[in-house]
T-cell receptor
Framework: DQQVKQNSPSLSVQEGRISILNCDYT??????FLWYKKYPAEGPTFLIS?????DKNEDGRFTVFLNKSAKHLSLHIVPSQPGDSAVYFC????????????FGGGTRLMVKP | GAGVSQTPSNKVTEKGKYVELRCDPI?????LYWYRQSLGQGPEFLIY????????DSGLPNDRFFAVRPEGSVSTLKIQRTERGDSAVYLC?????????????FGSGTQLSVL
């Protein structure tokens, strides 16, 4: 069973608008959450993370929100740019599990000029 | 090198053959990870090395899969008697010392196709 789920396989937004990517998890032991971005033929690159003691983390145009009670997190990108077009993976890890990440299936974001 | 290097970038083999996939981590990184990404899915954990030893190999799917890191730097993932279901992108990542929540740096992966 998938412990981390991204229910939207794709998302299309207009340049300049907000992109919202969603992620749900089932394992209550997860306490650290990350978003990775992947371009074709490249490996995933780290984007932003959040610890379970926080409910929001912001880095420039990227903000991650965590709702622990709902076991839900989201990534907001504003304003969206064509260069943001990529596959975004949500990932989670448990305390004392080193860096063994559990990934979601990914959401392909397309930002139209 | 500047980043994690994986070779070959593509490998085509026949069912039943043996393959080796190589990963060269970022210089000085003691922690190394292998993940596998099947089409349309996210990466799945295979194995984690701290130095020369496999600290966690719970993700290896069966005994056809084996990985080594004899000198604590380069790692090789070995797959025996390949099956069509092994076709996937095999990703390697490294981090500085394996501390919890440390950033992972991924290579571009090896696309393995088993015919």
């Amino acid at each position: 069973d998938q412990q981390v789920k991204q229910n939207s396989p794709s998302l299309s937004v207009q340049e300049g608008r907000i992109s919202i990517l969603n992620c749900d998890y089932t394992n209550s032991m997860f306490d650290y959450f990350l978003w990775y971005k992947k371009y074709p033929a490249e490996g995933p690159t780290f984007l932003i993370s959040i610890s379970s003691i926080k409910d929001k983390n912001e880095d420039g145009r990227f903000t991650v929100f965590l709702n622990k009670s709902a076991k839900h997190l989201s990534l907001h990108i504003v304003p969206s740019q064509p260069g943001d077009s990529a596959v975004y993976f949500c990932a989670a890890s448990e305390d004392n599990a080193g860096n063994m990440l559990t990934f979601g299936g990914g959401t392909r974001l397309m930002v139209k000029p | 090198g500047a980043g994690v290097s994986q070779t070959p970038s593509n490998k085509v083999t026949e069912k039943g053959k043996y393959v080796e996939l190589r990963c060269d981590p970022i210089s000085g990184h003691t922690a190394l990870y292998w993940y596998r990404q099947s089409l349309g899915q996210g990466p799945e954990f295979l194995i984690y090395f701290q130095g020369t030893g496999a600290a966690d190999d719970s993700g290896l799917p069966n005994d056809r899969f084996f990985a080594v890191r004899p000198e604590g730097s380069v790692s090789t993932l070995k797959i025996q008697r390949t099956e069509r279901g092994d076709s996937a992108v095999y990703l390697c990542a490294s981090s500085e010392n394996g501390a919890t929540n440390e950033k992972l740096f991924f290579g571009s992966g090896t696309q393995l196709s088993v015919l």
